[in-house]
Structure formats: C-alpha cells, structure tokens
C-alpha cells in the first residue's frame, strides 16, 4: 500500500512538473507575442513556487525591462540572486542590463550593495569581482570621491605599466596581419616609421587613465592606426595562469614573442573578453599588444594576468623599460571560452525550446560587441515570434552595433505598429509628434507614459520641452524650479535652471547653479560652461581655476591642456599658454594640431624662427591640415595661393554677356566656368570653383533653379558665393542644403553666379597625391572656360586631353608653377541620338602625380585584401554552406554567388562618395546589406576560404565612357569580382539577385576595368570571354481570326534578358502578371486581351536551370486592316526593332553607340501563321539577308501545310560605328527595320 501511494506521489508531482514547466513555457510564449499582461500575471504565480521561482523572478526582471521600470528589473533580479546557487554566469548575461547595473556612472545605493557583494565573493570567477570594482570605482569618480574610486580600481588588478608606439597604417584594417617592426623590435633604443612617415621609438607616458583601461586616443590620433604597447613582467618563478584582456578595436597579444591571442574583428567589449592559457618564465617576460581600429571609432584595452579563476596571479611586478626575457618557443596556449558562454551555451544545446536561456545567451553575446552569433539565435526566435517587441529591441541593439540605420528604423516602425501600446512605441511615438511639431499629440502620449510612471524626471522633461515649444513660460519656469528642486543632480535640470537664472532672471549668480551640481558630479563639458561664464564677467582667474582644477584631477586629459592653452592665448599669456600646450605634447607628441597651436603662440611672440619650425612639424604629420599651411604662408610672408590666380570680373562677365539672341538654339550659356586648384608639395591640395551662367529660356530656368555641387566624403566644401544677379545687378542669395542650391526667384534673363572652395583629405598612401578631370566640351555653350593648376616645383605630375590639347601657358609663381589651359567661345554638342556617353565625346582634361596603374591596384589590394581574411562569420558559414557536399570549384563559385545575391541586399551608393573603403565580410554577412565593393569583397572572402584564387576588379561603367580613365586615378564608381580556376577567368557581378550566374548586361560589356592584382599595371576592357550569352528565342503560333490575332507564345531567355523578365514578374501575383503583360503588349498593341501567363525559373531561389522560360497566351484585337477587299497586318514580332529606334540627321557629329540598340546578344523567333479558313497571302513575306561587321539579320518564310512558317534572327556583333560609317549602317539598319513592319496582306 505504501509502495502505491510513493508510486502515487512520484506520479503526481511528475506531472505537477511537466504541467509547470508548460505553464512557463505558456508565460514566455504570451511574453514574446507581446501579450505582457498575460505573462506578467504567469509569471507571477509561478514565481510563488520554489522550484520555479528563480526562473519566473528572472523571466519577470527581463519583462520589466522591456517595460521600462528598471527599478522592478533590479529587484525582481535580486530575488533570483538571493534564491539561486548559480548566479554568475547570469551576472555576466545582465551586466549592463537594468536587472543588474544600466549606468555607466552613478549608481543607485541598491545596486551599490550589490557589487560590494560581488566584490567579497570570492567563489565567483574574478572577472566579475574585476568589473564590480570598476563599476564601484566610476560611481565615485563621477560623485568626485577620488579616495574610494582609486581604491576600487585599484582591486582590479590590471597591468598599468606600458611602453607604447605611435601609429601605423590600418586604413580599411590593412595593417592588421603586417608584420611591422615593433613586433620584433622591443628595445629602447629601436626606430620605427609609421604612418605619414613619421619615425618614432617607444615611449613612457606620464599619466594613465584613472579607469583603468589604457587608453590611446590620449597619446596619439589613434583612427585608422595600428598602435602597440609592451610591458615586461617579472615572474618569482615559472608560472602558468591565464592572460584576460578586454579591447576597443583589434588585437593580437605576444607573451615572449609567441602571438597566444588574435582577433580580428574590432569591438567594444569589456574587461576579460579574450582569454589565453600563459605561460611566465622565471625572471622577466615581454607582454606585447597590438591594438588597430578602422571602424571601432575606439583604441584601448585593459590586460590582467591571473590565476585559472581570475584573480591576480601574486608575487608578479612589471615595468615599463626594456629587459632581456626568454622567447617561448614550447608552451601551447589555448584560447579559453568565459565561463558564463559555455554555461548557456550548454543550457541550450540541452534545451532549445528554453526561450529564456536563448535570451541570456544572445544578451551575453551583445554586450561584448559580437552580432553574428546573437543574430542567429535571435533570428530563429523571430520565425516563431515575428512581431515581439523584446525580439525587436535585441535586433534593434544589434542593427545599432553594427551602424545598420535603416535596419534599426524598419524595427521601430514594426513595434510602433504590432505594439503600438508599448513603452517603447509610446515613446516612440511620443518623439514623433514632438519632432513634427504636433504638441497636442505629443502631450497625449506623454500623460499615457505619466499614468505608468508617474512624474518621474523623463515626464517632466517632456513637460518643459512641450511648454517651451508652445512658449508657455510661467509653465516652463514652474516646471523648471520643480525638476532642479526635485532632481538637483540632473545635468539636464541644471542646466536649464542656470539658463532660467542667467537669461530670464537675470541673476548674476547663476553660475552658482552650475558651481553646485560641480560640486558633486564630475562633468568636463558642463565645467566648460562655467568656465565660459567666469570669463564672460571678466573673471579670468576663475575660469582658468576651473580648468585648473579638471587638470590636477585628471592629468591624462590632453584635451583640457589643449584647452586651457587656447584660453592662456586668448588672455595673451603666451607663456602659460606654451607651457600648457607642451604638456599636452609630452602626452601626445604625434598630434599635429598641437604644434598649430605652439606656432601661433610662437608667432603671437615675434618669435618667427620657432613658429615656423611648429607649423612644419604640424605638416609633417598632417599635411592636410590647411590652417597650419595658411598660417606658415603669412609667417614667411607668401602670397595667398589663390592671389596667383587671375581672379573672374564677375561684374565685367555679365556685362560683355552675349544677349538670348545670340544664342537661338540654346537655353543658357556658360558665361565663366573655372577650376584654380594648387597642389602642395608634401601632400594635400584644394580647389576654387567658378561658374557664371545666363538664363535665356524657361527650359534653361527649370535646368538651373537648382544645383547641386558634386563632392565626395573625403572632401571639405565650403560654398563662398551662390547668388541669382538680375538685370539691374540686384543679387538673391540662394538657398543652400549642405551641397544642393536653389536659386529662388529666378527668370529669364538672370544670371546665377557660383563660387566654392573644396579641400582634399586622402589619407594613406594617396595622401601625397593629386588626380582630376576638366571637361572643355559641354552640352551647353560657353563663353570662357578654364584650368589652372597651382602646383609645388618639386611635384612631378601628368596632363593628357582626350581629344585635342589645349596649349598650356605656364608661369613661375615663387616656390610654384602656374598651368593655365583656356578655351573661349564654344559653341556646345548638340545631342545626337544614340551618341556616346559625354565622356568619349567631350574634350577632357586629365592630371594625375600617381606614377601608374599598377599603383593604383597596390592602393587598393592594401585596403580589401586585408576585408576578404579570412573571419569566425565567414569560416561559419561556408561550413553551413557546404556541409556534407562535394563541389569542385567552378560550383562552389556558383553557389557563393547564388547566397549572396539572394541573401545580401545591394544597396546602391556611389563608389567614391560611400567611401573607398568596402565593409568587412563580417558585417555584411550581419546586416544583410552591402554596395558593390561591400558584396564582391564578401565573395572574394569566401572562395578564398575554401580555396578558389579570387580578386576584386574596379570598373569604370561604360555609361561613363570607354576611352575614359587615361591616367591614373581612383575615379571608379562600380567594383565586380574574378575568380580563375584551371586558367579559366570569370568575371562576377554581384549586385543583382535577378543576373545568372556570370552574366552581364550587353550596357557592362567593353566598360575599362582595373583587376586587382600584382600585375595590373594598365586598364584592360571587360571582355569576359565565359559569359552567357544574353539571348532571347520564342516560339509563336498566330491564328488570324475576324480581324483578331489568337496567340500562343513559349520564350527562353538567357543571361540578361532572363534577369530583366525576372525583374519585372517575380514578386507580382499571378493576376498582377497578366496586367504586367497586357500593359507592356498595349505599347504596341493598346487594342489586346491578356489570357494566360506562366513560367519556369522565375524565381532564382528555387529555379533549376539560369534559363528562363515563358508561356503566354493573348489577342490582338482588330490588328487587321479591310482595304480593298483585303486584310492588311503585320507580323506580331515581339523583338520587332521599331522605327524610331534610330534617327540619324545630317551631318552627323558623333558615331553611334550600339550598346543603346542592342540590348541582346542575340534574338531569334518563328512564328507559325494560320489564317481563316479559305484565305492566304496575296504575296510572299520579303526575304531579308543582312551580314556586316556590327550586326547579321535574316528573315525568311516557307509554307507548312494551312500555315506559313516565319523565321527572323539578330546577332549583335560589335557595339560602334564610326561617324564615317553612320550613313552605311543606317542604310542597313532601316533595311532591318522594314523588314520587321512590313505590312502584309491576305485575301
């Protein structure tokens, strides 16, 4: 009987179990389709059961996230911490999360506790004990208890002693697997040549950052710069622990000259994020770090040697100055995954219907930086639960990691609409109205927010700034002295309280409001404030004491000595202002703008020798920094670069101008168009702009209304002049959005007058060098225009037209020669139909000091090679990619190209003005969006990884010209791929998910092309001899009834002709198809019936072969004509070449581009012809046989029982014809073209 019940009870609470575990499984599925209501009342009740209490506790912290209370996030938290054996691994999940600790400064006395409680913990690994002490330690830098903050950092225990470098090149991360020379050069005594050739050794720094973590933006502009720091350990004996370090950006780690860690990928993670196996021997040990940022926007790390737990290995001491130690040539290190990765890591593979462990896992991964392993897991969460709005939150952050705007936006606007009563998409909301000035919306959601909240301090923000913008003052000043009373410690409070007291108040104490929030919190910006207000009363010593005090609390911060220098110099104190700007030198000796600042103290003292040689060193290491290239000119008592030009007489210009009509045939003309560009020796060049034209018809008006300034982001503009001048000499000034004018009250007969400077930054090894094109030939004709080039003695460079040279007037200008090319009185190109591109056509200029192409590949083989490495990303998913399959090359290539041109969406953004610079791998493969170098630098990173030769290859498309390009430069606007297996080259384009495999577009083929290679050393055309041919074949049966034509129709289509059918219909419904097709059969036909439409291979995802086939079904409709008895029509050639394809007119100016005809490779199409019963052709369809050198036509016909049989085929064979050659061709042409409408009777 006992035996039953136990048996019984066993039963029962198995059951009892199985029903709660369903019961939490229930909660989070209510959680994560939003319904929180219904979870939060779940979770509750099961968190009154012990043994599921933990798990609710946990699931009802992160609702409270998601909620926004952070308050309840904490303490629901902290039930789980107090009943949970195992906390730590959820710690390191929620760190920064409001379950745990949200703020990066102060922290609330609660969570104080708490990591007070970390800290004593011993049995946790030391990373967390690290961390705490961190958290510990900012709270009271930030509350200005320094005592208790360099106590707690101190229990951190990292290495703070270092030698450091200054930079080297890692533009686009090219120089993080160079083997440059610190790496094998550790003593003192060593020179190194880094980035702008600057040599430098390794060096002390005088002060560290009071966090802990080294930081190298305080030493050296640390952007796109591979830095390196080395310390060396004294070890009592031979030890072996583990190496922690945490890093913002890339890093590899040596210890005795064995690399134990290396990560490619740049992120922002925390301490202890890397960890490594270490070996110390006995006596001293070198520890050397290398750290690069491209893209990381940071440069630091934070190292710890400890014990297998985490803790600070004992007995060890280190020092920056170098020491003989013993290169490890035995020890294996082993990378070392944290504890609290595996502990979830294991939880899910357990469970993977566990939502919650997913999530903590997903969460960890997210705080140290990674997105393509919490992508994944957050991904398959949002197939089951597309519209939760905790899923999207997550996604959001990782949009946000990875700088994917339209991603993060899309998301918000899916919560705004699936959740519209959440939190988040009430404040959302609630930001919305505010920015479209829709207050008494804004102030409806806001008391929404109230009635959850209650006053809080966001509420009452809201309240001011929805006051302030309805300009309600009594309102804003009564909520003002609330939220300061209330909130004292809120910047934002503060701040408005002292602008109350100063602005409206008129109090001349109000910068006492910002002396007290000073008093307790640490805040350089707002420090600036008051400073800024000592000085404004005259009170210099005050604000100086500010800056002062900053100083003695942080002498790390070049930054407050650069800026306390700048006011000594103001107040002329030019000795303490020397002293305060060398200070900042000794911290960062390779920051150009601080010898700026030394040459215009120097300079301020009359002290010219020594203003000079700063000024010098601040180009030697900026060349581009122009102030300092002006203010060394005025020194030396040079001219203006520009006053060695002949400046325009705008106002002679427009009174010379030619009158409307002189210029019958024309809409405007160029008065002026002018170029002034000075190259300097040492790198660096900038750029005047003129151009002066006249209105002369409306048509010209609407051409001209607005303008937009062409530049690119590795460019300054600065717009000096942009006016409409009318016929009493009245000036308008335009309109002006960054780059684009509008020229408002513009008519005919007025003048717009622009002028604008442009500075060149190019970095890198394009830094010293100049390229740019100046067309002599317009649309439009001009009366003046003009090139003239400034440039240094000692720059050598090239100058080449493309059509006629221009003779060169050169002239001595000092330490410069003077080029000037000028033309006058062009009449302008009339356009000619199907002309070529104005790049061929005009007459250019082009200049380049870039001594060959094959420099060009070198440049950007630096930048993209070192993207296409190999990454955790892309290893990942060629294994997922080709498991288990055994491919030879040529189909692994195409099944690269099949997964990024279904899954990477092509983003089209200008080659030069998104940057040069392609995105790694990485990212693209985790935002799932990319531009034409980001999607072929991704296919260049997998075939490498599973070993297919590939290269990156820049075109220049052909719609900018063929004989373009004709001396070196970087003006490519479009990037493809190559790939050669058995000696056989394929070219890739890769932006488009319609193109088959090694396809392209007859408009691609002939384009000049740079492969990127060590033998590029000229443009070569694009000519890929594999490609598909782009070819279109159909099979037509016409049935000639009443007046109507019945057709039936099969069409194959290959290369691109199958991606532009694929283009049009894929993603329409079967209906939308037919209404597709009807409307494209109605340019011909308006009088048609569309019947049926299918296809194969439509879809690229699922289709079986790149060749696309088509079945149609449609009616023309009274398509034959009754005359005389007969019936006249034509044949219904759906590649017909229509009669306006081409007008030629005499005289032609220009050859013919064919590429503007010929779409296909090749067409070829049969109709079978029924007519009615009793009836047949008065005569036979005229046979046509055309063979040259562009392009071979044929039609014929023969009878087949009741039908006729038609036949046509077009090769195209060679894309231009000569001017010479026009009238022959359309001769021919025009034979081709009656042949396809010849009209045809039966009776």
């Given at each position: 009987m006992k035996k039953t019940i136990y048996s019984l009870s066993i039963?029962?609470?198995?059951?009892?179990?199985?029903?709660?575990q369903n019961s939490l499984k229930s909660a989070w599925e209510s959680f994560l389709k939003n319904d929180t209501e219904a979870a939060k009342k779940s979770f509750e009740e099961l968190a009154k059961q012990p043994q599921f209490a933990n798990d609710a506790n946990l699931s009802l912290?992160?609702?409270?996230?998601?909620?926004?209370?952070?308050?309840?996030a904490f303490n629901y938290f902290q039930k789980f911490y107090v009943g949970n054996k195992n906390v730590e691994p959820y710690l390191s999940a929620l760190w920064r999360s409001p379950a745990v600790n949200s703020s990066y400064s102060k922290i609330r006395p609660e969570a104080m506790l708490l990591m007070n409680e970390i800290v004593k913990n011993k049995s946790f690994d030391g990373s967390l004990n690290a961390m705490a002490s961190s958290v510990i330690g900012k709270h009271y830098l930030n509350v200005k208890k320094t005592a208790e903050s360099e106590k707690a950092f101190a229990q951190i225990g990292n290495l703070d002693h270092w030698l450091i470098t200054s930079t080297f090149e890692n533009i686009s991360t090219s120089g993080f697997d160079k083997n440059y020379a610190p790496i094998n050069h550790p003593q003192m005594d060593a020179k190194f040549t880094g980035k702008k050739n600057v040599e430098f050794g390794w060096r002390k720094v005088p002060y560290l950052k009071r966090e802990k973590w080294f930081d190298f933006t305080f030493y050296d502009d640390s952007y796109n710069a591979i830095l390196f720091a080395q310390t060396f350990v004294n070890a009592p004996s031979e030890i072996e622990g583990q190496l922690r370090i945490g890093v913002s950006g890339s890093v590899k780690v040596w210890v005795n000259d064995q690399l134990i860690i290396t990560e490619a990928e740049e992120r922002n993670n925390d301490l202890d994020s890397y960890i490594s196996t270490l070996k110390l021997n006995k006596g001293y040990n070198r520890i050397l770090i290398q750290i690069g940022e491209s893209y990381a926007g940071n440069s630091n790390f934070m190292l710890r040697l400890t014990d297998n737990n985490g803790y600070p290995i004992p007995g060890l001491t280190h020092i920056n100055e170098y020491q003989p130690y013993q290169k490890e040539e035995s020890f294996k290190a082993q990378s070392i995954t944290p504890k609290a990765y595996a502990y979830f890591k294991n939880l899910v593979a357990a469970d993977t219907t566990n939502y919650l462990n997913q999530l903590l896992l997903a969460k960890l991964y997210l705080r140290d930086d990674f997105v393509f392993e919490p992508r994944i897991i957050l991904e398959k969460l949002k197939q089951k639960f597309p519209e939760s709005t905790y899923l999207n939150t997550l996604m959001i952050t990782l949009h946000s990691k990875e700088d994917n705007r339209t991603g993060v936006e899309t998301l918000q606007e899916q919560i705004k609409t699936s959740d519209p009563q959440s939190t988040y998409a009430l404040r959302l909301t609630y930001s919305d109205y505010y920015n479209q000035e829709n207050y008494d919306k804004a102030e409806e959601i806001m008391m929404q927010l109230e009635k959850r909240f209650g006053e809080d301090e966001d509420i009452v923000s809201k309240k001011i700034g929805i006051s302030g913008k309805r300009n309600e003052q009594d309102k804003v000043f009564s909520l003002v002295e609330k939220a300061y009373k209330n909130w004292p410690n809120n910047r934002n409070f503060s701040y408005v309280k002292y602008i109350l007291e100063k602005e409206v108040k008129k109090n001349s104490q109000a910068e006492g409001v910002l002396v007290k929030y000073l008093n307790d919190n640490e805040d350089y910006e707002y420090a600036t404030v008051l400073a800024s207000a000592y000085f404004n009363k005259g009170n210099s010593k005050g604000g100086l004491d500010v800056y002062l005090e900053k100083l003695k609390a942080d002498p790390v911060s070049t930054?407050?000595?650069?800026?306390?220098?700048?006011?000594?110099?103001?107040?002329?104190?030019?000795?303490k202002a020397e002293e305060y700007i060398n200070k900042a030198i000794a911290l960062a000796p390779y920051i150009g703008s601080y010898y700026h600042t030394l040459g215009k103290i120097y300079e301020a003292r009359k002290e010219n020798t020594k203003a000079e040689e700063a000024y010098k060193k601040s180009l030697s290491l900026n060349p581009n920094y122009y102030d300092a290239i002006e203010q060394l000119r005025r020194l030396k008592k040079n001219k203006d670069v520009f006053s060695y030009f002949e400046q325009p007489d705008v106002v002679a210009i427009i009174k010379n101008a030619p009158k409307a009509q002189d210029y019958p045939d024309d809409h405007s003309v160029i008065l002026n168009e002018e170029v002034q560009s000075v190259v300097y020796e040492n790198g660096g060049s900038e750029e005047k702009h003129f151009f002066t034209a006249k209105i002369l018809t409306q048509k010209g008006l609407e051409t001209y209304k607005q303008y937009n300034i062409s530049y690119n982001s590795d460019q300054n503009l600065n717009v000096e002049i942009a006016e409409t001048i009318k016929s009493n000499g009245s000036k308008t000034p335009a309109e002006q959005s960054d780059n684009q004018l509008v020229f408002t009250n513009l008519e005919v007969g007025d003048v717009i007058n622009i002028r604008y400077k442009l500075r060149n930054y190019n970095v890198g090894s394009l830094a010293s060098h100049f390229w740019t094109s100046f067309y002599f030939s317009h649309g439009t004709p001009y009366v003046n225009t003009k090139f003239s080039l400034l440039i240094s003695k000692n720059k050598k460079f090239n100058h080449k037209f493309s059509l006629s040279e221009i003779p060169v007037l050169k002239t001595d200008a000092d330490e410069f020669d003077l080029y000037t090319w000028k033309a006058e009185k062009n009449a302008g190109m009339t356009y000619e139909d199907k002309m070529p591109p104005l790049d061929d056509v005009a007459n250019i200029l082009?200049?380049?000091?870039?001594?060959?192409?094959?420099?060009?590949?070198?440049?950007?083989?630096?930048?993209?090679?070192?993207?296409?490495?190999?990454?955790?990303?892309?290893?990942?998913?060629?294994?997922?990619?080709?498991?288990?399959?055994?491919?030879?090359?040529?189909?692994?290539?195409?099944?690269i190209y099949q997964?990024?041109?279904?899954?990477?969406?092509?983003?089209?953004?200008?080659?030069?003005?998104?940057?040069?610079?392609?995105?790694?791998?990485?990212?693209?493969?985790?935002?799932?969006?990319?531009?034409c170098k980001d999607v072929s630098t991704l296919f260049v990173a997998m075939c490498k990884q599973v070993?297919?030769?590939?290269?990156?290859?820049?075109?220049?498309?052909?719609?900018?010209g063929q004989n373009t390009l004709l001396l070196p430069s970087i003006d490519f606007n479009h990037c493809i791929?190559?790939?050669?297996?058995?000696?056989?080259?394929?070219?890739?384009?890769?932006?488009?998910?319609?193109?088959?495999?090694?396809?392209?577009n007859n408009q691609d083929i002939g384009a000049p092309i740079l492969p990127i290679n060590k033998n590029s050393n000229q443009l070569i055309k694009l000519q890929p001899k594999n490609r598909v041919q782009n070819r279109m074949s159909y099979q037509t049966k016409v049935t000639i009834k009443d007046a109507n034509m019945y057709i039936t129709e099969t069409n194959f289509c290959t290369g691109s002709m199958a991606s532009s059918i694929r283009s049009s219909y894929k993603d329409l419904s079967v209906k939308d198809q037919l209404k597709k097709m009807k409307e494209e059969i109605s340019a011909r036909f308006p009088d048609n019936e569309a019947v049926s439409l299918s296809f194969e291979n439509l879809d690229p995802k699922t289709s079986v072969s790149d060749t696309l086939k088509a079945t149609s079904a449609y009616n023309l409709l009274k398509v034959c004509k009754p005359v005389a008895g007969m019936n006249i029509f034509s044949l219904p050639w759906t590649t017909a070449i229509p009669p306006s394809s081409l007008t030629i007119t005499d005289p032609r100016h220009f050859g013919i581009d064919l590429i503007q005809l010929f779409w296909a490779d090749r067409t070829d199409e049969q109709i079978e012809l029924s007519f009615p019963e009793g009836k047949k052709l008065m005569e036979g369809i005229k046979p046509l046989s055309i063979d040259n050198e562009y392009f071979s036509y044929k039609l014929n016909s023969f009878p087949k029982g009741n039908t006729v049989i038609v036949k046509r085929e077009l090769i195209f064979k060679k894309d231009f014809v000569t001017k010479e050659k026009v009238n022959d061709f359309n001769a021919q042409y025009k034979q081709a073209v009656e042949a396809d409408n010849q009209q045809l009777a039966y009776k």
């Amino acid at each position: 009987m006992k035996k039953t019940i136990y048996s019984l009870s066993i039963s029962l609470l198995l059951c009892f179990s199985a029903n709660a575990q369903n019961s939490l499984k229930s909660a989070w599925e209510s959680f994560l389709k939003n319904d929180t209501e219904a979870a939060k009342k779940s979770f509750e009740e099961l968190a009154k059961q012990p043994q599921f209490a933990n798990d609710a506790n946990l699931s009802l912290s992160l609702l409270a996230e998601l909620e926004q209370k952070n308050d309840d996030a904490f303490n629901y938290f902290q039930k789980f911490y107090v009943g949970n054996k195992n906390v730590e691994p959820y710690l390191s999940a929620l760190w920064r999360s409001p379950a745990v600790n949200s703020s990066y400064s102060k922290i609330r006395p609660e969570a104080m506790l708490l990591m007070n409680e970390i800290v004593k913990n011993k049995s946790f690994d030391g990373s967390l004990n690290a961390m705490a002490s961190s958290v510990i330690g900012k709270h009271y830098l930030n509350v200005k208890k320094t005592a208790e903050s360099e106590k707690a950092f101190a229990q951190i225990g990292n290495l703070d002693h270092w030698l450091i470098t200054s930079t080297f090149e890692n533009i686009s991360t090219s120089g993080f697997d160079k083997n440059y020379a610190p790496i094998n050069h550790p003593q003192m005594d060593a020179k190194f040549t880094g980035k702008k050739n600057v040599e430098f050794g390794w060096r002390k720094v005088p002060y560290l950052k009071r966090e802990k973590w080294f930081d190298f933006t305080f030493y050296d502009d640390s952007y796109n710069a591979i830095l390196f720091a080395q310390t060396f350990v004294n070890a009592p004996s031979e030890i072996e622990g583990q190496l922690r370090i945490g890093v913002s950006g890339s890093v590899k780690v040596w210890v005795n000259d064995q690399l134990i860690i290396t990560e490619a990928e740049e992120r922002n993670n925390d301490l202890d994020s890397y960890i490594s196996t270490l070996k110390l021997n006995k006596g001293y040990n070198r520890i050397l770090i290398q750290i690069g940022e491209s893209y990381a926007g940071n440069s630091n790390f934070m190292l710890r040697l400890t014990d297998n737990n985490g803790y600070p290995i004992p007995g060890l001491t280190h020092i920056n100055e170098y020491q003989p130690y013993q290169k490890e040539e035995s020890f294996k290190a082993q990378s070392i995954t944290p504890k609290a990765y595996a502990y979830f890591k294991n939880l899910v593979a357990a469970d993977t219907t566990n939502y919650l462990n997913q999530l903590l896992l997903a969460k960890l991964y997210l705080r140290d930086d990674f997105v393509f392993e919490p992508r994944i897991i957050l991904e398959k969460l949002k197939q089951k639960f597309p519209e939760s709005t905790y899923l999207n939150t997550l996604m959001i952050t990782l949009h946000s990691k990875e700088d994917n705007r339209t991603g993060v936006e899309t998301l918000q606007e899916q919560i705004k609409t699936s959740d519209p009563q959440s939190t988040y998409a009430l404040r959302l909301t609630y930001s919305d109205y505010y920015n479209q000035e829709n207050y008494d919306k804004a102030e409806e959601i806001m008391m929404q927010l109230e009635k959850r909240f209650g006053e809080d301090e966001d509420i009452v923000s809201k309240k001011i700034g929805i006051s302030g913008k309805r300009n309600e003052q009594d309102k804003v000043f009564s909520l003002v002295e609330k939220a300061y009373k209330n909130w004292p410690n809120n910047r934002n409070f503060s701040y408005v309280k002292y602008i109350l007291e100063k602005e409206v108040k008129k109090n001349s104490q109000a910068e006492g409001v910002l002396v007290k929030y000073l008093n307790d919190n640490e805040d350089y910006e707002y420090a600036t404030v008051l400073a800024s207000a000592y000085f404004n009363k005259g009170n210099s010593k005050g604000g100086l004491d500010v800056y002062l005090e900053k100083l003695k609390a942080d002498p790390v911060s070049t930054g407050i000595y650069s800026d306390l220098s700048e006011k000594f110099y103001a107040l002329q104190k030019y000795d303490k202002a020397e002293e305060y700007i060398n200070k900042a030198i000794a911290l960062a000796p390779y920051i150009g703008s601080y010898y700026h600042t030394l040459g215009k103290i120097y300079e301020a003292r009359k002290e010219n020798t020594k203003a000079e040689e700063a000024y010098k060193k601040s180009l030697s290491l900026n060349p581009n920094y122009y102030d300092a290239i002006e203010q060394l000119r005025r020194l030396k008592k040079n001219k203006d670069v520009f006053s060695y030009f002949e400046q325009p007489d705008v106002v002679a210009i427009i009174k010379n101008a030619p009158k409307a009509q002189d210029y019958p045939d024309d809409h405007s003309v160029i008065l002026n168009e002018e170029v002034q560009s000075v190259v300097y020796e040492n790198g660096g060049s900038e750029e005047k702009h003129f151009f002066t034209a006249k209105i002369l018809t409306q048509k010209g008006l609407e051409t001209y209304k607005q303008y937009n300034i062409s530049y690119n982001s590795d460019q300054n503009l600065n717009v000096e002049i942009a006016e409409t001048i009318k016929s009493n000499g009245s000036k308008t000034p335009a309109e002006q959005s960054d780059n684009q004018l509008v020229f408002t009250n513009l008519e005919v007969g007025d003048v717009i007058n622009i002028r604008y400077k442009l500075r060149n930054y190019n970095v890198g090894s394009l830094a010293s060098h100049f390229w740019t094109s100046f067309y002599f030939s317009h649309g439009t004709p001009y009366v003046n225009t003009k090139f003239s080039l400034l440039i240094s003695k000692n720059k050598k460079f090239n100058h080449k037209f493309s059509l006629s040279e221009i003779p060169v007037l050169k002239t001595d200008a000092d330490e410069f020669d003077l080029y000037t090319w000028k033309a006058e009185k062009n009449a302008g190109m009339t356009y000619e139909d199907k002309m070529p591109p104005l790049d061929d056509v005009a007459n250019i200029l082009y200049l380049s000091t870039i001594p060959d192409w094959q420099f060009v590949a070198d440049w950007y083989n630096n930048l993209a090679t070192a993207k296409a490495r190999s990454s955790y990303e892309i290893k990942t998913l060629v294994n997922e990619l080709f498991a288990g399959q055994q491919l030879n090359d040529t189909q692994k290539i195409k099944k690269i190209y099949q997964y990024i041109t279904q899954n990477i969406s092509y983003s089209s953004v200008s080659f030069r003005q998104s940057g040069i610079v392609p995105q790694s791998p990485a990212t693209v493969i985790n935002s799932r969006i990319g531009d034409c170098k980001d999607v072929s630098t991704l296919f260049v990173a997998m075939c490498k990884q599973v070993g297919i030769d590939a290269e990156l290859v820049l075109v220049r498309t052909r719609d900018n010209g063929q004989n373009t390009l004709l001396l070196p430069s970087i003006d490519f606007n479009h990037c493809i791929a190559k790939t050669n297996v058995n000696g056989i080259e394929n070219y890739i384009e890769l932006t488009s998910n319609f193109l088959p495999f090694s396809s392209f577009n007859n408009q691609d083929i002939g384009a000049p092309i740079l492969p990127i290679n060590k033998n590029s050393n000229q443009l070569i055309k694009l000519q890929p001899k594999n490609r598909v041919q782009n070819r279109m074949s159909y099979q037509t049966k016409v049935t000639i009834k009443d007046a109507n034509m019945y057709i039936t129709e099969t069409n194959f289509c290959t290369g691109s002709m199958a991606s532009s059918i694929r283009s049009s219909y894929k993603d329409l419904s079967v209906k939308d198809q037919l209404k597709k097709m009807k409307e494209e059969i109605s340019a011909r036909f308006p009088d048609n019936e569309a019947v049926s439409l299918s296809f194969e291979n439509l879809d690229p995802k699922t289709s079986v072969s790149d060749t696309l086939k088509a079945t149609s079904a449609y009616n023309l409709l009274k398509v034959c004509k009754p005359v005389a008895g007969m019936n006249i029509f034509s044949l219904p050639w759906t590649t017909a070449i229509p009669p306006s394809s081409l007008t030629i007119t005499d005289p032609r100016h220009f050859g013919i581009d064919l590429i503007q005809l010929f779409w296909a490779d090749r067409t070829d199409e049969q109709i079978e012809l029924s007519f009615p019963e009793g009836k047949k052709l008065m005569e036979g369809i005229k046979p046509l046989s055309i063979d040259n050198e562009y392009f071979s036509y044929k039609l014929n016909s023969f009878p087949k029982g009741n039908t006729v049989i038609v036949k046509r085929e077009l090769i195209f064979k060679k894309d231009f014809v000569t001017k010479e050659k026009v009238n022959d061709f359309n001769a021919q042409y025009k034979q081709a073209v009656e042949a396809d409408n010849q009209q045809l009777a039966y009776k």
